[in-house]
């Protein structure tokens, strides 16, 4: 009996640990790159009005001047610092931005997860209020409200850009509850007496959070560059400072035709480096729902190799007999 040896290859999965695995889309540059870049104007929303140098409303008689050590982005028409309005707008941008998709995601949630899952007459209730609600435009709905109301707040215009757009969330959020209702985790909680709300929480709920987040980012983006418009066109407060109130007066006052390029540019990469940030993370976050998608947000799957040496017994083949005898030689052409 022979011993012979041979490699045995163990191939280990270095996958993140599970509790870890939720916000693996994180590992991904573009929503870190998109996360970033939101960190930076969240702060900037904060902390804008401590650290304006000068007041957005204060005049001087440094008249249109360019970037300089003193005003960074130069000064308008009337001697405001632009660097101040723009630090101070960032607050009214995210803060209808935010307060719009976070309004929009609950109104989708509450009627798009309740339709699909109740059916029935509730089910046509609820699609037929969101088709409605889907057909209604949100700008010339505002225009509108605002010719009747004296202070078009951020608060206002939040609430009118969220009750105009939270229909196409609650459509998508229908069609994947439909999915979801009939499985068999489903059933089986409603087999055990589950209530119906526990069932729609802890078993639909879960699985629907990255198509309710990627939902919500888009809100956040229709409804920042919906506040930007509504204040560029000057149907919104331009007594309240945000970047369309900027590009609003740099318009107004023909910034272009004086080249006063740097009245309305900062505000307008604020606006360009925004919309990046929030479409890089809907990127990341339709990478991790949607495999096909998957790169370095989770997909990948290092492997490593750890060779080692399992003796193995085994019997020698078997030697044939050597043939006996002379052998035969073949005749000669």
Known sequence: MSVTTTTDVVVTDAAPAASRARLRFL????????????????????????????????????LLQPPSAE???GTTQTGQ???????????????????????????????????????GAADELLSMLSNI???????????????????????????????????WGARVLRAQTLSLRRRDYVEAARATGESTWRIILFEVMPNLTAVIASGFVGTVIFAVLSEITLA???????SHWNWGTVLFWAQSNQALAQGAWW??????????????????????????????????????????MRVGFTPVARTAP?????????????PSA
Not at 33 to 59: C, E, H, K, S
Not at 232 to 237: K, L, M, W
């Open 27 to 62: 590992r991904g540059g573009k929503t870190r790159t998109g996360l970033l870049i939101l960190a930076f104007f969240v702060v900037l929303a904060v902390a804008g009005p401590w650290l304006a140098p000068y007041d957005p409303d204060a005049m001087s008689d440094q």
């Open 133 to 167: 609600f889907l057909v209604i435009p949100g700008l010339p709905l505002i225009i509108i409200i605002a010719s009747f109301v004296e202070d078009t707040g951020d608060l206002l215009i939040a609430s009118v850009i969220a009750l105009t757009s939270w229909a």
């Open 318 to 330: 078997p030697v044939a007999p050597e043939p006996t005898g002379t052998p035969s030689k073949e």
């Open 232 to 238: 560029f066109i000057g149907v919104a407060d331009i």
């Open 263 to 304: 009245w309305f540019v900062p505000a307008g990469l604020c606006i360009a480096l925004l919309g990046t940030a929030l479409s890089l993370i809907n990127f990341g976050i339709d990478e991790f729902v949607n495999p096909r998608l998957r790169t370095a947000t989770g997909a990948s799957r290092k492997v490593r």
């Open 81 to 119: 610092d632009v660097l101040s309005q723009i630090l101070v707008g960032t607050r009214g941008v995210l803060l209808v931005g935010f307060l719009a998709g976070i309004l929009a995601t609950v109104l989708s949630v509450l009627i798009g997860v309740s339709a699909g899952f109740l059916g």
């Open 71 to 73: 005003h960074w982005f």
